[in-house]
């Protein structure tokens, strides 16, 4: 499972700001795959709020500590 698949299935966490980014990803059709593009391509939005880039690295924390049973 990559990054960007694993973000797009984090979209019914209605109550926590991973699932916020997740719904903003998948809704922004110019939104890149992968960690890295991924959070060069927010800090580079205008009017981005200023804890975001946290939100994308606790997304990618998160991806990288997940359980491999999960990724099957």
């Known amino acids: 499972m990559t990054f960007n698949e694993w ?35 927010v800090e580079a939005l205008p009017g981005r709020r200023e804890n975001v880039l946290s939100v994308v690295d606790a997304a990618w924390t998160e991806f990288n500590g997940r359980d491999p049973a999960t990724c099957r």
């Open 7 to 41: 973000l797009h299935a984090q979209q019914e966490r209605t109550k926590d700001a991973v699932g916020d980014l997740a719904r903003d990803v998948a809704g922004d059709p110019y939104a890149p795959d992968g960690y890295e593009t991924l959070w060069a391509y």
